[in-house]
């Protein structure tokens, strides 16, 4: 057997053990769906314009609770 067969074997051999070892852990992985079914309150949002030239400051706060929801508080001034 020559050194390029021998060598092309072996590279055959650990592509096979690599893709072997990938399709383990994907099989492994979950999957978690983002669209829950439990719908939290909901507040409607209707956006209000501000004269152009007016200065504004937003104090926001984001956080995710140990199930993922996302909770969003967020406070806008604005002076003309």
């Known amino acids: 057997m020559t050194i390029r ?8 051999f650990i592509l096979g053990v690599i893709s072997f070892i990938s399709l383990g852990f994907l099989g492994n992985m979950e999957s978690v769906d ?9 507040i409607s949002f209707i956006p209000k314009s501000v004269p152009a030239g007016s200065k504004s400051k937003y ?4 956080t995710m ?6 909770h969003l508080e ?4 604005h002076s003309f």
Do not use: Q, R, W
């Open 5 to 12: 067969k021998k060598v092309f074997l072996l590279a055959l």
């Open 34 to 42: 983002s669209s829950s079914d439990e719908k939290g309150d909901k």
């Open 59 to 62: 104090d926001m706060a984001l």
């Open 65 to 70: 609770n140990e199930e993922g929801t996302f």
């Open 74 to 77: 967020s406070t806008f001034y």
